[in-house]
């Protein structure tokens, strides 16, 4: 490089810097308002990131996350070996799967349905009903399930009685646990999940419609050549998502519901890191069982999400 | 319109189905709303449904009276409108800056927190942030490790960003400094995506439960969810029942439906008016930034 180069170089990097300085001179106060958002993203989100690094060590309340010695794969080797986990995993797989096939299509089907309401009043009636179980607390949906699902006194089992049948304790019994899970979580969601379906229906052009009409196409085919088509991205991109949530089961709902008499069915990779790791303060185990868990999600994010644009539809990057 | 016969019966079948789907979701909240207001007699044989039978105010009276019930009820409150505000706040503060071209490292900035979204240090880890920074116990602890939604971040700066130029240019010529366009026209243009967040934080800090069981062991900062969680899932409920008398008036079954028809009014109050507004606010948040 010749003289004039690195010199015309210096003095296009002082321009630069002369230009951010001015730039950060004028929007000063804009940089300083986001110190305390960007603070907490460092603090609670990407140290607790860093953090997952105890999952290979052994953590020490005194050395902290960095001084804590290094024991490599150990804890995983324990966790493969433990039976208990097994049980926890393949419950976790079960119940994700479950609401996965019960609850995604749900919200399509009932945007569908409401869709195709012509009275606004009606339409816009059934989705306040609808969406308002999404904003109570899976404390009060536990309660009101505890009153309802109650063996004794419970409204349902008075109604399985007056058919002719024994009572059943849906919360205590093994077989029906994973159903009252399941069931539950459809009802709170359906509706909320379904906004973002409703959306994008009332994006259609209705002209589409009307050619189709007269090109005669009755409701099924609009429904099989106009609207399925057109929601066929969003239905994909939520797809990603849910997979990404795959593992993470509703871990407040189960938490709530859980009891010894439902273990071998209920417990969970979440409620099963809370009893270990909090309760037990086995910090360092259950942090290689959460990030096994959300290494998995992220796997599987990755791979549908490749799959999914190999097949010509947007994918979430 | 002009319907053929096919397409009416579809019609009306559809209608009546998504009317059945409307009253189960309803259901349990009348049928909670009856018990709470029935008489002992009548719940234990089992004869309410959906309609209060011999009309019965005590369990009210018997929630609303009780002190631990009181006291978890302000502590909701409280973490409400402290949560909801801070988080309201902070969110704009720092979605503001990232709606600006001319805000250096944005991409870099949104990038990181849409990354929070997909991938996070879970349980353990954040625990121990939380205590090692010495949150735990206090009532802090409802607000700051939850303070900032990524979604939110996303959902308030795709607004800012649709707020036209025009605005902001005249209020800079008439002399506004940057923070004053953001308090004075940015902010005020964009109430709707701003109900649609005060929703989203308010319905979060009242209805979680799990962070005070998680970092809270101080039984006197326990919100309304914990109380609930014991008086109807743990069955530890600390209201005695006066005496014999009483205790012929209320049924446990009512004293539970009382308590949880209290804590849903306060949602069901709010939930009416900020409805229109979040339909619009997803739809903002999904377009991706």
């Known amino acids: ?317 | 319109m002009n319907q053929t016969k096919g397409e009416k019966t579809f019609s009306i079948v559809n209608n009546c189905l998504l009317l059945i789907f409307a009253i189960i979701c309803l259901a349990p909240f009348i049928h909670i709303l009856a018990q709470s207001l029935s008489s002992h007699r009548a719940i234990v044989s089992g004869e309410v449904i959906f309609w209060p039978i011999e009309l019965n105010v005590y369990p009210y009276v018997e929630i609303l009276t009780d002190p631990a019930f009181l006291k978890a009820f302000w502590i909701s409150i409280l973490r409400t409108v402290v949560g909801t505000f801070g988080s309201v706040l902070f969110t704009c503060l720092l979605a503001y800056p990232l709606s600006k071209a001319y805000i250096k490292g944005r991409g870099a900035i949104l990038f990181l927190i849409v990354f929070t979204m997909m991938f996070q240090g879970g349980m353990i880890p954040t625990f121990l942030v939380v205590r090692s920074v010495g949150l735990l116990d206090s009532f802090w602890a409802y607000i700051i490790p939850n303070l900032i939604s990524a979604f939110c971040v996303i959902i308030i700066k795709n607004f800012f960003e649709s707020v036209p130029k025009e605005l902001e240019e005249s209020a800079l010529i008439d002399g506004c400094s940057n923070l004053g366009i953001l308090f004075r026209i940015v902010i005020p243009v964009s109430m709707p995506a701003i109900a649609t967040i005060t929703l989203f934080y308010a319905v979060f800090q009242w209805n979680s439960f799990f962070d005070a069981v998680l970092f809270v062991n101080d039984r006197s900062l326990f919100p309304l969810q914990i109380y609930l969680r014991e008086l109807i899932l743990l069955d530890e409920s600390n209201i005695a029942l006066k005496d014999n008398f009483e205790r012929q008036l209320v049924a446990n079954e009512s004293l539970n439906a009382a308590a949880l028809i209290v804590s849903t009014v306060p949602i069901l109050l709010v939930y009416p008016y900020l409805q229109r507004y979040f339909v619009k606010g997803i739809m903002l948040g999904s377009v991706k930034g």
């Open chain 1, 1 to 317: 490089m010749t003289q004039g180069g690195v010199s015309s170089y210096k003095q296009s990097s002082k321009t630069v810097n002369k230009k951010k300085l001015a730039n950060f001179r004028k929007y000063w106060d804009l940089y300083l308002i986001m110190v305390p958002g960007i603070l907490f993203f460092i603090v609670f989100k990407y140290i607790p990131m860093w953090g997952v690094i105890i999952a290979f060590k052994d953590y020490s309340a005194f050395a902290g996350f960095a001084a804590s010695e290094w024991v490599g794969w150990e804890h995983f080797i324990r966790m493969f070996q433990d039976n208990k986990f097994h049980e926890v995993f393949s419950n976790t797989l079960l119940i994700s799967l479950y609401k996965l096939v019960w609850g995604f299509p749900g919200p399509i089907i009932f945007a569908l349905m409401l869709n195709e309401v012509r009275r606004m009043f009606y339409k816009r009636s059934i989705q306040t009903l609808a969406y308002l179980p999404h904003f109570l607390s899976w404390v009060i949906v536990g309660g009101i399930l505890v009153q309802v699902l109650s063996p004794s006194t419970g409204v349902v089992n008075e109604f399985i009685q007056f058919l002719g049948f024994d009572s059943i304790y849906f919360l205590g019994d093994s077989e029906w646990f994973r159903t009252v899970i399941v069931a539950s979580d459809v009802w709170k969601t359906i509706g909320w999940g379904a906004i973002i379906y409703l959306a994008a229906l009332a994006g259609i052009d209705p002209q589409l419609y009307e050619a189709a009409k007269i090109d005669g196409a009755n409701k099924w085919r609009q429904l099989w050549h106009i609207t399925i088509p057109t929601l066929l991205p969003t239905i994909c991109i939520l797809f990603i998502l849910n997979l990404g949530n795959v593992l993470d089961v509703g871990f407040e709902q189960i938490y709530i519901l859980l009891n010894p008499l439902v273990y071998d069915v209920g417990d969970v990779i979440e409620t099963y890191v809370y009893r270990e790791g909090i309760t037990q303060a086995q910090f360092s185990y259950t942090t290689a069982v959460g990030l096994f868990k959300s290494a998995i999600a992220l796997v599987l994010v990755i791979i549908v999400n490749k799959i999914i644009k190999k097949l010509g539809q947007p994918g979430i990057w």
